[in-house]
C-alpha cells in the first residue's frame, strides 16, 4: 500500500521521493517514523518559536551603538579605550592592574635604552670626526599645508655633544641587564601567535641620525590583550592585586628594582639631560614614559595606578571589539550595548580598516598635534601632523562612511603646551603657519580650522563637525567627553556646544 501511495505522491517531485517512507515498511516501522517524525517536528517547532521570540525581542531591544577608534599610531586609540572601560567598566579594568606591571617595566627599560644609545653616540661622536651626510628629506606636504620633518633641525643641534665622564660609562655598564630584561619581558608579553614585534622607532623622532639608526629597534605589538594578561595574572601570587609582591624568582622586575638606583641617577644627571636636549631627544613626551616614578614603578610590591594603565604603551595588532552595557541612569533608564572597535594605526592599516566599518554609529578619530614636530615610524620622510590630516581627508572623503557621525580628537593637547612652551617653533614645522604666534591658542585653532576645512571640503554630504581638544591620558575631563558621545549618539542627537569645546 505504502509503495502504490508514495509512488503516486513523488511523481514529479523529487523532494517528496527523497523524503517518502522506504518501500518495504513494516507495521511497527511505520508506527516508529511516525513517532520520530512526531517528535521531529516537536523539536522543530520549539525551534521555530525561540526563534521567533529572539527576532521579536531584537525588534524590540535597541540595536548595540557601535564606536569605531581610528588614527595613526600612538595617536591615542587605544587609550581612549581604556577610558570607555574605565567609564563603563570600572571593576573589570582595575581587575587587571596587576597586568599592566611589565607593560610599564618595558616602557621604562625603553626609556633607559633611548638614553643608553644617545651616549652611545655621543662616545663615537667624541670618537671621531664623523659627521654624519645629509640625507635629502621630503620637507613639505604639497596639498595641504607645508610640514617640515625637522631633521635639519636635529642635525644642527646634535654638533653640541656634552662629553661623557668615566663615571657615566661605568653607569651605562651597570644598566646593561636592563636589555635581557627587555628581551624576557618581550617574551613573556607575546605568547606563541598573540603578537609580533616590529621595527620601529621609539624616539621623539625628529628625523635626525640618531633616529634613523633607532629605527632599527623594536617595539612589540599585540593582537589579543587577553593572551598577554592571562600570563601575567598567572605570574602573579594569589593577592597580587592587592599589592602582593611577585612570587616568581625569575620576575624580571627583580633585575629592575636591583637597578633602580642606577636608572634614577642616569635620569636626573645634568650631563645626560644635556646630551638628550642637544640630540633633540624629548623622553618625557614619548609615549610609556616613567622614568620621574622609578622608585615607585621598581618597588617589589607595586601594583600600576589607573594613570599608570593610560599612560603605559602598548602597541595593537589587528582590531578587536569591546562590548559594554551602557548603565542606566547614564541613559535615562534605558540600557544599551555599546562597542568599540579598536584597530592597530600602523600606516599601511589605518585606511584600510574603514570600508570594513560602514555600521558604525560614529568613527572616533584621533589626531595627535603634539606631533607636529615629528615624522612617522614607518616613514622618517612624513611629519606627523601631516600623516593625520591626510588619513582624516581620507575618512571625511570615503563614500561608505558619509552618513557616519565623524567625532574629531585634537589629542595630546599637554605634550603639544608643553612643546609650545619649550620654544619649538610650530611655523618651523608647518610652514604654512608662518611667523603668526607660538601660543597654544594661535596654533590650536589654526588647526582646528584645517582638519574642519576639510571635513566640509570633502564630505560626500553635508555633516557636522565635531571636534574637541584632548588629552585623553586625563581620565578626568575624557570621561564627561566620552559620557556626552556616548549620550548623544544613542539620542542620535549631538550636542554640538559641548563637542566643539
Ligand atoms: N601625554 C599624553 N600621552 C598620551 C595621550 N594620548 C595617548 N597618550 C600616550 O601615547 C601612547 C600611545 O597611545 P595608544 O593609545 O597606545 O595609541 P594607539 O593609537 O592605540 O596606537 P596603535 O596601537 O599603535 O595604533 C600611550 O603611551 C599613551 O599613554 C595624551 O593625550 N597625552
Ligand atoms: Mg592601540
Redesign the pocket.
Known amino acids: 500500500m505504502p509503495v502504490k501511495n508514495s509512488k503516486i505522491v513523488t511523481e514529479g517531485d523529487p523532494l517528496a521521493w527523497v523524503m517518502a517512507p522506504p518501500p518495504n515498511e513494516s507495521e511497527e516501522q511505520r508506527q516508529a517514523r511516525i513517532a520520530a517524525e512526531a517528535e521531529a517536528k516537536r523539536i522543530s517547532d520549539a525551534i521555530d518559536e525561540e526563534l521567533q521570540r529572539q527576532a521579536k525581542a531584537q525588534k524590540r531591544g535597541p540595536k548595540p551603538v557601535k564606536i569605531l577608534?581610528l588614527?595613526?599610531?600612538?595617536?591615542?586609540?587605544?587609550?581612549?579605550?581604556?577610558n570607555f572601560q574605565l567609564l563603563n567598566t570600572p571593576k573589570a579594568f582595575r581587575a587587571e592592574r596587576a597586568s599592566w606591571r611589565a607593560v610599564v617595566h618595558l616602557?621604562v627599560v625603553r626609556s633607559i635604552r633611548v638614553i643608553l644609545d644617545a651616549m652611545a653616540e655621543a662616545q663615537a661622536y667624541h670618537a671621531s670626526t664623523y659627521s654624519s651626510p645629509n640625507t635629502p628629506i621630503r620637507t613639505h606636504a604639497p596639498d595641504l599645508f607645508h610640514a617640515a620633518s625637522g631633521s635639519s633641525l636635529a642635525r644642527d643641534a646634535r654638533a653640541q655633544h656634552p662629553p661623557l665622564t668615566a663615571e657615566h660609562l661605568k653607569l651605562k655598564l651597570r644598566l646593561s641587564p636592563l636589555l635581557q630584561v627587555e628581551e624576557a619581558l618581550i617574551r613573556k608579553l607575546t605568547p606563541v601567535g598573540s603578537g609580533e614585534v616590529e621595527a620601529t622607532q621609539r624616539t621623539s623622532g625628529t628625523g635626525s641620525h640618531a633616529d634613523r639608526a633607532r629605527a632599527l629597534d623594536r617595539e612589540i605589538?599585540v593582537n589579543s590583550q587577553f593572551a598577554w594578561k592571562g600570563v601575567f595574572h598567572r605570574m602573579m601570587g594569589r593577592n597580587s592585586s592587592d599589592g602582593e609582591e611577585f612570587n616568581d624568582p625569575d620576575d624580571p622586575g627583580h633585575v629592575l628594582h636591583a637597578c633602580a638606583e642606577d636608572m634614577i641617577t642616569l635620569w636626573n644627571d645634568p650631563t645626560i639631560k644635556a646630551l638628550l636636549r642637544a640630540q633633540g631627544i624629548r623622553i618625557e613626551?614619548m609615549?610609556?614614559f616613567f622614568l620621574d616614578s622609578i622608585a615607585r614603578v621598581t618597588h617589589p610590591k607595586y601594583i600600576p595606578t589607573d594613570d599608570d594603565i593610560?599612560?603605559?604603551?602598548?602597541?595593537?595588532l589587528g582590531v578587536s571589539e569591546h562590548r559594554f552595557t551602557i548603565k542606566e541612569g547614564f541613559t535615562g533608564g534605558i540600557s544599551r550595548d555599546l562597542r568599540i572597535y579598536?584597530?592597530?594605526?600602523?600606516r599601511s592599516l589605518a585606511a584600510a580598516w574603514a570600508p570594513f566599518f560602514d555600521d558604525m554609529n560614529a568613527i572616533l578619530f584621533?589626531a595627535?598635534l603634539?606631533g607636529f614636530d615629528q615624522v612617522l615610524a614607518e616613514d622618517e620622510s612624513v611629519n606627523r601632523l601631516e600623516d593625520s590630516v591626510l588619513l582624516w581627508k581620507s575618512i571625511c572623503s570615503n563614500p561608505l562612511l558619509g552618513k557616519t557621525n565623524l567625532i574629531l580628537f585634537l589629542?595630546?593637547?599637554?605634550?603639544f603646551r608643553a612643546k609650545l612652551e619649550a620654544g619649538i617653533q610650530f611655523g618651523q614645522y608647518i610652514i604654512s603657519y608662518g611667523n603668526r604666534p607660538n601660543d597654544y591658542d594661535n596654533t590650536s585653532a589654526y588647526m582646528r580650522r584645517k582638519f574642519g576645512q576639510i571635513h566640509r571640503e570633502y564630505s560626500p554630504q553635508a555633516r557636522t563637525f565635531y571636534c574637541h581638544f584632548?588629552?585623553?591620558?586625563?581620565t578626568k575631563s575624557t570621561s564627561t567627553v566620552l559620557l556626552d558621545i556616548q549620550e548623544s549618539i544613542i539620542y542620535q542627537n549631538f550636542k554640538s556646544v559641548s563637542l566643539t569645546g
Open positions: 577608534l588614527g595613526q599610531s600612538e595617536s591615542g586609540k587605544s587609550t581612549t579605550l581604556k616602557n605589538a613626551d609615549p610609556g593610560l599612560r603605559a604603551r602598548l602597541k595593537t579598536d584597530v592597530g594605526g600602523h584621533l595627535p603634539s589629542n595630546k593637547i599637554d605634550i584632548t588629552s585623553v591620558t586625563d
